[in-house]
C-alpha cells in the first residue's frame, strides 16, 4: 500500500495530472468568460497541454497566462473569422430551413459537409499557434495541411471533444466531471495525438534542412518549412 501511495508511484502521478487538468480547465473556463478572449484562452491551455504531453508543464498558472499574453492579438482575429464562417453556415441552414421557399436537398447535405470540412481544418488551428509562432495565413493553411494529411489522428480529436457533449445530454450522473474537465481533458487527450503529428512534420522539416530526408510529400515539407517554433519555454 505504501508503494501505491508513494509520492513517485503511478497512481499519485495520475491524481497530480487530474488536479493540473481540473486547475487549467478552470483557468480556461474563467479567461473564456469575457467570450473575446475565448481564442486566447483555448491558446494559452494548448500551450500548457502540449507541455504536459511532454512531461513538461513545470508552473502551469505561469505558463497558462504567458501564452495568453503573447498569442493574444492573433487568437482574437482567428477566433472572429471562425465565429463569421460558422455563423454564415448556421445562417445558410437557418435559410433552408425556415424558408417560405423549398430548397434542394443536397444543398443542405452540402452546407453541413462543408462545416465538418471546416471543423478538421481549423481542429489543430489554436494547437498551432500555441506552438509556433506565424502569420494567420500560415496557421490556417497548415492547420487544413495537418487536419487533411492526418485524417485518422484528426477524427480521433473530433470525437475527444464530443465526449463530454455526449456526457452533458446523455449521462447527468457524471455531468460534473463536464464542469471539472470538459475543457482541458479532451484538450489533453487531444495534445497527446497532435504532438505525434507535430513531431512528424518537425523532423520532416529537420531532414529537408540537412539534406538527408526522403523526397516524402511535398504538402508535408510545405507544411513544416513554414513553421516557426516558439521553444515552448
Same mark, same amino acid.
Given at each position: 500500500m505504501g508503494r501505491i501511495f508513494g509520492l513517485e508511484s503511478p497512481f499519485m502521478n495520475f491524481l497530480n495530472r487530474v488536479a493540473d487538468l481540473i486547475w487549467l480547465n478552470i483557468l480556461t473556463m474563467i479567461c473564456c468568460i469575457p467570450v473575446v478572449t475565448i481564442g486566447a484562452s483555448l491558446t494559452a491551455m494548448?500551450?500548457?497541454? @502540449?507541455?504536459?504531453?511532454?512531461?513538461?508543464? &513545470?508552473?502551469?498558472?505561469?505558463?497558462?497566462?504567458? *501564452?495568453?499574453?503573447?498569442?493574444?492579438?492573433?487568437?482574437?482575429?482567428?477566433?472572429?473569422?471562425? @465565429?463569421?464562417?460558422?455563423?454564415?453556415?448556421? &445562417?445558410?441552414?437557418?435559410?433552408?430551413?425556415?424558408? *417560405?421557399?423549398?430548397?434542394p436537398e443536397w444543398l443542405q447535405i452540402a452546407v453541413i459537409a462543408v462545416g465538418i470540412l471546416v471543423t478538421f481544418a481549423t481542429i489543430y488551428l489554436y494547437p498551432l499557434l500555441a506552438r509556433y509562432d506565424n502569420a494567420i495565413k500560415a496557421t490556417y493553411k497548415n492547420s487544413f495541411l495537418m487536419g487533411v494529411l492526418s485524417l485518422p489522428r484528426t477524427l480521433l480529436m473530433v470525437l475527444c471533444w464530443l465526449i463530454p457533449v455526449i456526457v452533458f445530454f446523455f449521462a447527468n450522473p457524471i455531468l460534473p466531471l463536464v464542469f471539472l474537465l470538459g475543457i482541458s481533458g479532451p484538450g489533453y487527450l487531444n495534445a497527446l495525438l497532435y504532438r505525434k503529428s507535430f513531431e512528424r512534420f518537425e523532423e520532416k522539416d529537420d531532414d529537408t534542412e540537412e539534406g538527408s530526408g526522403e523526397a516524402g510529400d511535398e504538402a508535408i515539407e510545405e507544411v513544416s518549412g513554414e513553421m516557426t517554433d516558439q521553444h515552448m519555454e
Open positions: 494548448n500551450y500548457v497541454l @502540449l507541455k504536459m504531453a511532454k512531461n513538461e508543464e &513545470g508552473y502551469i498558472t505561469k505558463a497558462f497566462f504567458k *501564452s495568453f499574453k503573447q498569442n493574444f492579438k492573433q487568437a482574437t482575429l482567428i477566433l472572429l473569422i471562425q @465565429l463569421v464562417i460558422y455563423g454564415i453556415l448556421a &445562417g445558410d441552414l437557418f435559410v433552408f430551413r425556415y424558408a *417560405s421557399m423549398d430548397f
